[in-house]
């Protein structure tokens, strides 16, 4: 019996399966502790934006770290099971797609801490409202957020699709934030920093956005074995 075989075998050993499998809850179980902890860095780095919260953009910030240390955790976690276990075909994807997804959800962090970044910014210039539509963006990506973990954890498909068929109701309300901004600046040159900062929160914003598309991704690849690009 070759190599593979005598590992395929070892995972198909009752007691092997078990472990591997609540080992594999466990990673589950971490990337959704690391959505919900990115998912309120989000919501609060928005307010924050909104209310000029100086306090509470420092609080982002700080969170940072946290969901910095439990990806390097989670990493940890699903490589170790992959050198003891040796899992095969759709095993190894869920194990690596669970790994791309907290790669991803930690550079969602870095978005939210950097708009955490501009809400201190802007609380620093002469009050102005907020463009609406960053806001807006702001809800729909954390509904996307839960979306996508929801098909992470459910391995669906039609879950997974329908988020990144969402993502372009984000790039159009950036796109809008655009031109906006641009207006701005031309009617109003003595408010083109707060049009800047509120530009480049609108762009973290929809790279987030993108983000969570690419988890959508790699759902897709871990049901069907397929790779499909379904942010073009």
């Known amino acids: 019996m070759d190599a593979s075989r005598d590992i395929a075998a070892e995972t198909e050993h009752p007691s092997l399966r078990r472990t591997f499998e609540e080992q594999l809850q466990t990673a589950k179980d971490d990337v959704l502790r690391l ?6 860095q989000l919501q609060q780095a928005g307010v924050a ?12 910030r700080w969170a940072d770290a946290e969901v910095n240390e439990l990806q390097r955790e989670l990493n940890l976690t699903i490589a170790a099971v992959i050198a003891r276990q040796g899992p095969m075909a759709r095993d190894l994807r869920e194990l690596l797609s669970l790994y791309h997804a907290a790669a991803e959800l930690e550079r969602m962090g870095d978005y939210a801490t950097n708009i955490a970044k501009l809400a201190q910014q802007l609380a620093s210039e002469p009050e102005m409202a907020l463009f609406p539509q ?8 954390r509904e996307q957020l839960r979306a996508a973990m929801r098909a992470l954890v459910d391995v669906s498909e039609e879950g997974a699709r329908a988020v990144c068929a969402r993502d372009d109701e984000i790039d159009h309300l950036y796109n809008s934030v655009y031109e906006d901004a641009i207006a701005l600046m031309e009617a ?3 408010r083109a920093r707060q049009a ?3 530009l480049f929160a609108a762009h973290h914003l929809e790279r987030l956005g993108d983000r969570v598309t690419n988890i959508g991704e790699d759902v897709v690849f871990l ?3 397929q790779i499909e690009d379904l942010n073009p």
Do not use: F, K
């Open 196 to 198: 800047t900062h509120m």
């Open 35 to 40: 959505g919900s902890m990115v998912e309120a």
């Open 49 to 60: 934006l909104i209310e000029r919260d100086v306090a509470l953009a420092d609080r982002v």
């Open 134 to 141: 960053i806001p807006r963006m702001e809800q729909l990506c």
């Open 188 to 190: 109003s040159p003595n």
């Open 223 to 225: 049901a069907t074995g």
